[in-house]
């Protein structure tokens, strides 16, 4: 068993950080659209004082609490858990709550676009309603035959393990729309709904892996990625698209869960 | 002005609307209406688990559930409501690992179990697992796991619909001759954020799951979109709102930014140490220490550091520390929450301990329901055709605390009963006719909005809202600290009348939208302080300076927030009392 840690210890001087927060200037600059306006999108930039800690959606907000009430992009959580906030911030696609300014170049102007390859409906905010409709395709839920038992289904933990990456996804499309081959063929499922098909095809509880690995066998599944691992660097949550993917494919082929 | 008909509708599309969803949509013809995404919504970010007496991994029942629940609440709890929620515990859980919930397992291959704070074996002996998890991403589980059966079964979502009003109506009833008007309920008004035009949702049954409103403070681990909408539509429109004045405040916010990091760390092992590395915990609740309930570790927290013990250069915060804990454990339990300290703060919590302080956390209170989850209307007359589930909702299983993973096991207990009930309701009763000009009222809210040019700033009177909330209305609170922040919101409100949103177009006006939610912050505010006011003892979350102890004699009772221009004390906000329901457990001194 755990043993009880001690009442008492010698913190070492300066422990948990903190200290004075510096602050610094940055500039932001913001493709903005509003087809109600104009059908050009232009930039708007703004030079703000922000604090260590604060992120882009911080900026965000400075901007439109304080300046432009008009500027529109989606949020909620604020730390990297709903998906609300993808966003190309110099060029990569990220949440804008969870990247901080200070890892930025901040002496260069910071870019933010909405991410590609989904209709942009008015500055940051894009339509996702593609992006939802190809995770619904691949049937992104448990399908188990037989008789469910009065209690759980076992499962082993390494079992458990097994799909444990791709269980992370917060659809934020921040990888599906950091892929060349989507952009250029927006009907091809897309990272995201591969992994999302990943988490239950290897999923020990789960008897429809056959089925959706048809789908993915598609001339727009799996077949159409390129490997350029774009999606991996973009995936907030750390999870590895690039290997899902090949995981997949690797399974049409050999018809091996 | 567009009109839907629905057989049910579902406000909110959390765990707790998109639990109903899935019972409600495979018997009657249902639509959900949320102003996110339903995968966007706030109970992704619950990291901790949901507790359920299954006893896989030591013994447990039930009834010690039902006991902690109700000593953890302080004895405010209903304890029918407490009982129904331990019992349909154990479903709850197997229902969603049927419908494909990844938990984390034993190596028995069952659910796996965890200790969480206030949990107990046989009536406080000692702690007990009980809380079933899946690493520290509990919500995310579940409501993934939620929003993939409701596509399962082709739940019609709209999304990006904002609820901005609840149709009423008063109809005549005649009962054993006697005839009276009663309230029902025949529909809702929304706002669709994509075109701005208003949709009327024409209902037999419709249940409110709109969350919580954690906004109304500065610090806080709530999402930016918890502004109490629900609880405020529905106030305006006459319903009472029970137990407002307690609020969670979470013991171990990320300090500065109130980012939660689950008690589950502390469930692992994690403890709570101030300036002197020491582990104060063991002198305020010396059984169980750092996994007392949340209200006293919270109370304990912030008096070390108004003792002049807190750490960190302005001393205004204490230490998480688990750096007795193997690395190896830390990422397979709580990977989530480590990474949120070392990317927000850049600490390492492998090696340095975390800077935290109480965060803003949740609402124990909310619109009143009885445990089929109906609305009422004051103590005991029912609303017919009307639900609230979820955090909106005040049943009341949580009484004056919640106890840690409790909400997510309530969310799915009682999403389940509104869903169930509301399909019931649906197939036997008819649609009560749409009032006259249903869309009168928020037309006018908006335009007041859009047309009012006086120059105030949405943000600024929000900022100045959160501000006087986390000073006057936090953990320790007096009545003058409470009459001040009562008249600091009633300038505030002034203010607001006087408000310019700059945005003036009709696509995805969330410029709008912020001053929309703004009113309801405010109202909210009030009720929660008037009701703060009102209470003159100390119980559970609530805790008066100037009433210290708690007072079974006066305060055993549950309070009814109503709307009423003519209390002018209290900011027109009237106070009432509801009997608490007791079962089993009469009311002892709640030591940990
Ligand atoms: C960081 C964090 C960690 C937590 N961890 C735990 C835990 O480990 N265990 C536990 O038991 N509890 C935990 N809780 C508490 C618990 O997660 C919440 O109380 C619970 O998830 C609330 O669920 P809900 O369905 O009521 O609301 P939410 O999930 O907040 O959903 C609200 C829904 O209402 C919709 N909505 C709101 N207003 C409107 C409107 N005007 N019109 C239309 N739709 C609207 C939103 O779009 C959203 O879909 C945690 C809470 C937080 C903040
Ligand atoms: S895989 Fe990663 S990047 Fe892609 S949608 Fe899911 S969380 Fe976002
Ligand atoms: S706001 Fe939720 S992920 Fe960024």
């Known amino acids: 068993m755990e043993k009880e840690p001690a009442s008492k210890v010698e913190l070492a001087p300066g422990v948990g950080g903190g200290g004075e927060i510096p602050t610094f200037d940055v500039t932001l600059k913001v493709r903005r659209y509003n087809p109600e306006i104009s059908d050009e999108a232009h930039w708007d930039e703004w030079k703000l004082t922000m604090y260590g800690t604060d992120r882009v959606l911080d900026a965000l907000h400075k901007v439109k609490w304080e300046h432009d009430g008009s500027v529109s992009f989606r949020r909620s959580c604020a730390h990297g858990v709903c998906g609300s906030d993808a966003m190309r911030i110099n060029g990569r696609n990220r949440l804008a709550c969870k990247t901080l300014l200070k890892d930025l170049d901040t002496s260069k102007p910071i870019l933010v676009e909405p991410i590609k390859g989904l209709p942009v409906e008015k500055d940051l905010i894009v339509d996702m309603e593609p992006f939802f409709q190809s995770y619904r395709e691949i049937m992104p839920f448990l399908i188990s035959k037989g008789h469910s038992p009065t209690k759980e289904r076992l499962q082993s933990a390494e079992e458990r393990e097994r799909y444990d990456d791709t269980t992370k996804c917060i659809l934020c499309a921040a990888c599906t729309s950091s892929c060349p081959v989507f952009w250029t063929d927006g009907q091809y499922f897309g990272p995201a709904a591969i992994v999302n098909a990943h988490r239950f095809i290897f999923d020990s509880r789960d008897d429809a892996g056959d089925m959706r690995l048809e789908i993915l066998n598609d001339k727009e599944g799996v077949w159409r990625c390129r490997t350029t691992f774009n999606c991996t660097e973009a995936c907030p949550r750390g999870i590895q698209v690039t290997k899902a993917i090949s995981e997949v494919k690797q399974a049409i082929l050999t018809r091996k869960i | ?592």
């Not at chain 2, 000593?71 to 209903?78: P, S």
């Not at chain 2, 389940?416 to 809210?445: H, Q, S, W």
């Not at chain 2, 949405?458 to 000073?471: C, N, P």
């Open chain 2, 1 to 592: 002005m567009q009109v839907h008909k629905y057989d049910v509708v579902i406000v909110g599309a959390g765990g707790a609307g998109m639990r109903a969803a899935i019972e409600a949509g495979q018997r009657a013809h249902t639509a959900v209406l949320t102003k996110l995404y339903p995968t966007r919504s706030h109970t992704g970010a619950a990291q901790g688990g949901m507790c359920a007496a299954l006893a896989n991994v030591e013994e447990d029942n039930w009834e010690w559930h039902t006991f902690d629940t109700v000593k953890g609440g302080d004895y405010l709890v209903d304890q029918d409501a407490a009982e129904v929620m331990a019992k349909e515990a154990i479903d709850a859980v197997l229902d969603l690992e049927k419908m494909g919930l990844p938990f984390n397992r034993t190596p028995e291959g069952r659910i796996d179990q965890r200790r969480f704070g206030g949990h107990t074996r046989d009536h406080g002996k000692a702690p007990v697992r009980r809380s079933c998890y899946a690493a520290d991403r509990t919500g995310h589980m579940i409501l993934q796991t939620l929003y993939q059966n409701c596509v399962k079964h082709n739940v019609e979502f709209y999304n990006e619909y904002y609820v901005l009003d609840l149709l009423m109506v008063d109809q005549e009833v005649t009962v054993d001759g006697e005839t009276r008007l009663e309230k029902r309920v025949a529909g809702v008004v929304s706002y669709d954020l994509a075109s701005g035009e208003l949709h009327v949702f024409q209902a037999k049954s419709v249940v409110i799951a709109s969350g919580g409103v954690g906004k109304v403070y500065k610090t806080t681990s709530n999402a930016h979109t918890l502004t109490g909408d629900g609880m405020g539509i529905a106030f305006r429109r006459g319903i009472p709102l029970e137990d407002m004045e307690f609020f969670q405040f979470h013991p171990t916010g990320l300090a500065g930014l109130g980012i939660l990091l689950s008690e589950a760390a502390r469930g692992e092992g994690a403890i709570l140490r101030n300036s002197d590395g020491e582990r104060f915990m063991e002198r305020y609740a010396p059984t169980i220490k750092d996994l007392a309930p949340r209200d006293i570790v919270a109370r304990s927290m912030a008096n070390e550091v108004r003792e002049g013990r807190g750490a960190g250069p302005n001393k205004d915060y204490v230490l998480l520390d688990l750096t007795h804990l193997e690395p190896a454990h830390i990422d397979a339990k709580l990977p989530d929450i480590t990474e949120f300290a070392r990317t927000y703060l850049g600490v390492e919590p492998y090696t340095e301990p975390v800077p935290v302080f109480p965060t803003a956390h949740y609402a124990m209170g909310g619109i009143p329901t009885n445990i089929s989850a109906e609305v009422l209307s004051d103590n005991e007359t029912v609303v017919p055709g009307l639900y609230a589930a979820g955090e909106v909702a005040c049943v009341s299983v949580h009484g004056s605390n919640r106890l840690g993973t409790n909400s997510l096991l309530d969310i799915n207990v009682f999403g389940k009963r509104a869903g169930l009930a509301a399909a019931e309701y649906a197939l036997t009763a008819d649609f009560v006719e749409i009032p006259e000009n249903p869309t009168a009222e928020t037309e006018a809210l908006l335009d007041r909005a859009r047309s009012s040019e006086g120059g105030e700033r949405v943000a600024a009177i929000r900022k100045e809202l959160q501000d006087i909330m986390d000073a006057n209305v936090q953990v320790f609170r007096t009545e003058q600290t409470l009459l001040e922040a009562l008249s600091v919101i009633d300038g505030l409100e002034e203010r607001y009348t006087r408000i310019t949103v700059q945005d003036k177009g009709k696509r995805f006006n969330l410029d709008l939208l912020e001053a929309v939610e703004l009113g309801f912050l405010l109202d909210m505010a009030k009720v929660m302080t008037a009701a703060a006011l009102h209470r003159q003892e100390s119980r559970g979350g609530h805790f008066r300076e100037d009433f210290p102890e708690r007072d079974d004699e006066n305060f055993m009772t549950h309070s009814m927030a109503y709307k009423d221009p003519s209390a002018t004390r209290t900011s027109g906000v009237r106070l009432e009392t509801k009997p608490v329901i007791f079962t089993r457990y009469e009311p002892m001194e709640r030591k940990y």
